[in-house]
């Protein structure tokens, strides 16, 4: 009993005198790609206290004394990276990610990039949660620029539109996926939500494929329809429509006439741009052969033609020249672009395709650099049948408005590559979609009847919108569609009451015709194209039926509606509706379906993401 007594106080002695304890965790991450790493060695003070992370890249450190400490990343391959005077308090655990450098690049400091203060209380076991930021690395040159100057356009959300005042709804197509990428950037690399401009919904939705019946006769489209329940407004319906184009087998491609743009101005000195961009270019040429040609135009305080134009045929040349490539200086933008057409025009291929590829993070500061001036000038271009894509790199002074109006006027698409699997997915993954393009100023028009639909939204595509009369005004520029893409666009859809349906105006009146009530016809979507090196559009329409409204809908449909919903969610659309993580998780998962490529599967992760950055 004695012996018992004494340990007990022993016990009592150690709980009362014990030193309060806190814990420390987060994720550990390659800067350049955005791949979690595993096996890295995270430790408090020299080693006393430590962990290695996990196969997501994480790792938990309990029980630190209270005070500041040193917390040090160590990993093979991977400049090390230490952060002192951190301060752990008592019953809390701070949240502290580090993105890590490989050995192969010079970096001069270690920085915190400061996310908003958050505190969390978790009632479970009365710990708080502290999110403290992201610890990177940067050169001088980074490390000393203006790391919150990216730009986004702000957008002004559809609405829902009297079918009867406004029947048609008229837009152009979108391929891009810029916004989806750019948004994962910043959730699953920088572990915060994309500011609300950033999110362009129809860009999340186009960022997937999907498995569309194929056009069977000589049209370069095919129209897929679906109707069904509208998962985040049981009241509401949705209306789901894709466009299919055909696919160019290898031996019937065009020979391509390509020139890259390359910037390698100082803004582009630090690993996730020139580095990152020189390892997807040659990703392109690996794929290319003999029959196409390659050039590369850089551009910084000066221009210059780095390499003429080089058959596929000596890949090694065309790698030497990336390889040599440095950043440094201004950005003369206006005339790396004066340049590149330049060099296009020169090597011509009249039955073949002629391509300018821009890769930067949109800094132009030197020579024509306001987007108006820019935009004017590929328009001119873009007549003598030359096409544009965008590539955005790069993150801190991204300009993310100025690329997408450049692409969408120089008759091409926008990525963005925020890591080399998104390199891999554009430039071998979808490589015939990002070359060639099958039709060209594609349009869409939708005509609502009134008689079965009281009003209806576009979800998505704000900054595609065209009047109605544009469609067929061969002169407006629309959007291109490459081989094998898919484009698709939904509609929220409030059904009608009643048949009578009257247009209350003061100076005319309309009614309902009886055919409009009695064809079952909820509404017809119209196409018009160009063939590639066409000048006059052709058009063709498939009709939406009543009889279509299905309980039992595709993958294609569900997936496209988690997709759409998450877009919603991070924009904080006032439609939103009862969307919630769990309930996108829920469909997504039941919708995956065949994902070859895993992108669906990386949908699922991050709204996993999303939610937790959500609740913090």
């Known amino acids: 009993m004695k012996n018992l007594t004494v340990i007990f106080f022993l016990l009592l002695a150690g709980l009362l005198f014990a030193k309060p304890h806190g814990a ?20 408090v003070d020299l080693g006393a206290i430590g962990e290695a992370t996990n196969e997501n890249g994480e790792y938990l ?5 209270v005070g500041k400490i040193t917390l040090t990343a160590r990993y093979i391959g991977y400049q090390e990276i230490t952060c002192p005077d951190i301060e752990i308090f008592a019953d809390s655990t701070l949240i502290l990610d580090f993105q890590m450098n490989p050995e192969a690049y010079e970096s001069e400091m270690v920085q915190v990039i400061a996310t908003k203060p958050i505190v969390r209380k978790n009632v479970s076991n009365s710990t708080s949660y502290i999110r403290i930021g992201i610890v990177s690395q940067f050169s001088n040159n980074e490390a000393n620029a203006n790391h919150n100057t990216e ?10 539109l009297t079918a009867m005042k406004t029947p048609l709804s008229t837009f152009a197509a979108d391929i891009d996926g810029a916004s989806y990428s750019n948004a994962r950037r910043f959730i699953i690399n920088q572990h915060m939500l994309p500011q609300k401009g950033a999110v362009r919904v129809e860009e999340f939705i186009n960022y997937f494929d999907y498995s569309y019946k194929e056009p069977t006769d000589d049209k370069p489209l095919a129209v897929n329809v679906e109707y069904g329940d509208c998962p985040w407004n049981e009241d509401n319906r949705l209306v789901h429509i894709g466009l299919q184009s055909k696919k160019i087998m290898k031996e019937k491609t065009l020979p391509s006439n390509l020139v890259f743009l390359i910037d390698v101005s100082g803004s582009m000195d630090s690993p996730e741009k020139l580095p990152l961009l020189k390892k997807a270019f040659k990703m392109l040429v690996q794929n290319l052969d003999a029959k196409d040609k390659v050039a590369i135009v850089v551009y910084a305080s000066s221009t210059g033609l780095v390499l003429p134009s080089t058959s596929c045929e000596n890949k090694e040349k065309i790698f030497e020249a990336l390889a040599k490539l440095e950043a440094g200086g201004s950005t003369a933008g206006g005339e790396g672009i004066k340049l590149a057409y330049k060099t296009v025009l020169e090597n011509f291929i009249p039955e073949g395709n002629n391509r300018v590829i821009l890769a930067t993070d949109g800094d132009f500061n030197v020579g024509i650099s306001s987007t108006s001036e820019l935009v004017d000038y590929i328009k001119t271009q873009r007549d003598k049948g030359v096409f544009l894509s965008v590539l955005g790199f790069g993150m801190g002074n991204y300009k993310d408005e100025r690329l997408q109006q450049i692409a969408d006027k120089g008759n091409g698409s926008h990525a963005y590559i925020d890591n080399i699997n998104e390199a891999k997915k554009v430039f071998v993954n979808e490589l015939y979609a990002t070359l060639y393009t099958v039709a060209k100023d594609v349009k869409i028009q939708v005509e609502f009847n009134p008689a079965y639909v009281e009003s209806y939204r576009l979800i998505g595509y704000e900054n595609r919108k065209l009047n109605d009369e544009d469609f067929k005004d061969d002169k407006k520029d629309a959007g291109e569609i490459g081989s094998g893409h898919t484009v698709t666009a939904l509609y929220e859809i409030v059904p009608a009451k009643s048949y009578n349906l009257k247009n209350e105006l003061k100076y005319q009146t309309s009614t309902l015709n009886e055919d409009a009530k009695e064809s079952g016809e909820v509404l017809t979507v119209k196409i018009r194209y160009k063939e590639p090196d066409g000048d006059e559009s052709r058009e063709f329409s498939e009709v939406l039926r009543t009889g279509q409204y299905n309980k039992n809908l595709t993958d294609n449909f569900r997936f496209a509606a988690a997709v759409a919903q998450l877009g919603m969610l991070l924009a904080d659309s006032e439609f939103k509706g009862n969307t919630c993580c769990d309930s996108i998780l829920e469909m997504a998962n039941a919708s995956k379906g065949d994902d070859p490529f895993g992108y669906r599967s990386e949908f699922i992760t991050m709204v996993e993401r999303v939610k937790i950055l959500k609740n913090l």
């Open 61 to 65: 450190i309990t029980n630190i004394p």
């Open 151 to 160: 730009e986004y356009a702000s957008l002004v959300e559809n609405g829902f």
């Open 24 to 43: 420390i965790r987060g994720v550990v991450t390659d800067l350049e790609t955005g791949a979690t790493l595993i096996g890295v060695s995270v430790f």
